[in-house]
T-cell receptor, first 114, second 112 residues
Framework: DAKTTQPPSMDCAEGRAANLPCNHSTISGNEYVYWYRQIHSQGPQYIIHGLKNNETNEMASLIITEDRKSSTLILPHATLRDTAVYYC???????????????FGSGTRLQVQP | NAGVTQTPKFQVLKTGQSMTLQCAQDMNHNSMYWYRQDPGMGLRLIYYSASEGTTDKGEVPNGYNVSRLNKREFSLRLESAAPSQTSVYFCATEREYNYGYTFGSGTRLTVV
């Protein structure tokens, strides 16, 4: 699976959009981009995933560049409860080429400031 | 609907003792996973089970065994606990491949 690079930490003001970048320049055509977050010491929480089109759900939006070498997770109106470690993960999406479990890196620690 | 239930939530073991961490899910998910997370670190995969009756090693399987008892339950056993196994253990499930994981709340294990 392709390796990802994320900034170790970011700050965001409460009520503003939080834009979390992720670089995955070696991504393959059949690899999906996943985002998870971990609040304090809880179990990680699934946020969103996508292949090449932009995706949106009730939690966030995922913007993937046209060349798929990077992506941005957008939390449109960050709250204090969004303070967490955010993980960007790339995973092969084709079962025929081998099932892969998610591999978590060190993520980005987002601190939402009041 | 409890989702993914891990027991116990906390455990202190002495070096050399054995124990089994339990994970049960009520979502009828096919795949189940065991991860460990050391302080300040990301999660590392220990073992996983793609479906009932199958198990595979992950990144850090040494010192552990697993059992997929049925579709609902996936247990992790430490035969002879070592201080290096002090960690938080998370169980996760996935309905089908590429759907997204649901995690339990974790078991905090200390080996002294």
């Amino acid at each position: 699976d392709a390796k990802t690079t994320q900034p170790p930490s970011m700050d965001c003001a409460e009520g503003r959009a939080a834009n979390l970048p992720c670089n995955h320049s070696t991504i393959s055509g059949n690899e999906y981009v996943y985002w998870y977050r971990q609040i304090h010491s809880q179990g990680p929480q699934y946020i969103i995933h996508g292949l090449k089109n932009n995706e949106t759900n009730e939690m966030a939006s995922l913007i993937i560049t046209e060349d798929r070498k990077s992506s941005t997770l957008i939390l449109p109106h960050a709250t204090l409860r969004d303070t967490a470690v955010y993980y960007c993960i790339v995973r092969v999406g084709d079962m025929d080429t081998g099932r892969r479990a998610l591999t978590f890196g060190s993520g980005t620690r987002l601190q939402v400031q009041p | 609907n409890a989702g993914v239930t891990q027991t116990p939530k906390f455990q202190v073991l002495k070096t050399g003792q054995s124990m089994t961490l339990q994970c049960a899910q009520d979502m009828n998910h096919n795949s189940m996973y065991w991860y460990r997370q050391d302080p300040g670190m990301g999660l590392r995969l220990i073992y996983y089970s793609a479906s009932e009756g199958t198990t595979d090693k992950g990144e850090v399987p040494n010192g552990y065994n697993v059992s997929r008892l049925n579709k609902r339950e996936f247990s992790l056993r430490l035969e002879s606990a070592a201080p290096s196994q002090t960690s938080v253990y998370f169980c996760a499930t996935e309905r089908e491949y590429n759907y997204g994981y649901t995690f339990g709340s974790g078991t905090r294990l200390t080996v002294v």
